[in-house]
């Protein structure tokens, strides 16, 4: 099932401590280090987003925030989107979707555990039962909420990294 982006920009928030910049080339081109996979990937400032960003001041390593990330009219947009690291392709923003009746998407989880649904009976186990848990571990706490998801007739699929 394909993602839909909301460009909230949350996935953006903290990636500036995995990307960082080894060289500026110029106004739009930087040679960045992915640190999760070591690579050096030239970014590329794409034409439309150049003023927003220059407006921005560039980059910046004063905060976790990616350099090149800028607030749009639309939310936030990556301004380097087309040469983009590995790290950034790969990034899932959805961790698990919850279905009711097998194929009836019900809710979402975002980022680490925020639950995104308009299903009240969903939101009630969420509040009951698994807000809760006392589990800290990611693989755990996820293993815990899909029993829990499955005994009351969810379906539940996770995404790993």
Known sequence: MKFDCTRCGKCCMVSGKHIRIERKLGERDYYCRDLITSNLVMAHVESPYLPVFREKGGYQEENDQCYFLVRTPGGYTCVVYNTRPLSCREFKCCRMRIYRG????????????????????????????????????????????????????????????
Not at 103 to 132: A, F, Q, Y
């Open 102 to 161: 097998g194929k009836n998407l019900v809710g979402t989880l975002k980022g680490r555990r925020s639950l995104s649904t308009s299903d009240p009976d969903l939101e009630k186990i969420w509040e009951d039962r698994i807000r809760s848990l006392g589990i800290t571990e990611d693989g755990q706490w996820d293993m815990s909420v899909k029993k829990i998801l499955d005994s009351a007739g969810y379906t539940v699929e996770l995404y790993t990294s």
